[in-house]
């Protein structure tokens, strides 16, 4: 079997368009994927930018050891705390006492007795 130039021009006009459409198809897939892989490559960069950012704000907050410290210090700060009100009770029933001592002194010099 043997072509001769019109069938095998035939044969190439009908293979052409084939060709067309796979060129086309590779060459639209590679455009669409670098397209996709610049979008996800900028998506990485700001999350990169975001999670530093993060990080950064992050590192200046207190440690759950610094929390526990002040929770510590809070509590012995009560402790303290009733202490110096039971102090203070007891200096102002001894004030009173001392009141009504000095008031019969008072008295007592006024009178002359």
Do not use: C
Request: proline content about 2%; glycine content about 6%.
């Amino acid at each position: 079997m043997t072509f001769t130039i019109a069938q095998a021009w035939l044969l190439f006009l009908q293979v052409l368009p084939i060709a067309a459409m796979v060129y086309t198809f590779v060459a639209t897939r590679r455009k669409d994927y670098d397209r996709r892989f610049k979008e996800g490559s900028d998506r990485m960069d700001r999350m990169d930018q975001r999670i530093s950012k993060l990080e950064h704000s992050v590192g200046g907050l207190p440690s759950r050891e610094d929390i526990h410290s002040i929770q510590i210090n809070i509590e012995r700060l009560g402790g303290t705390m009733s202490r110096m009100e039971a102090v203070m009770e007891g200096n102002t029933k001894i004030m009173s006492r001392l009141e009504q001592i000095v008031s019969r002194h008072e008295d007592h010099l006024l009178k002359g007795n």
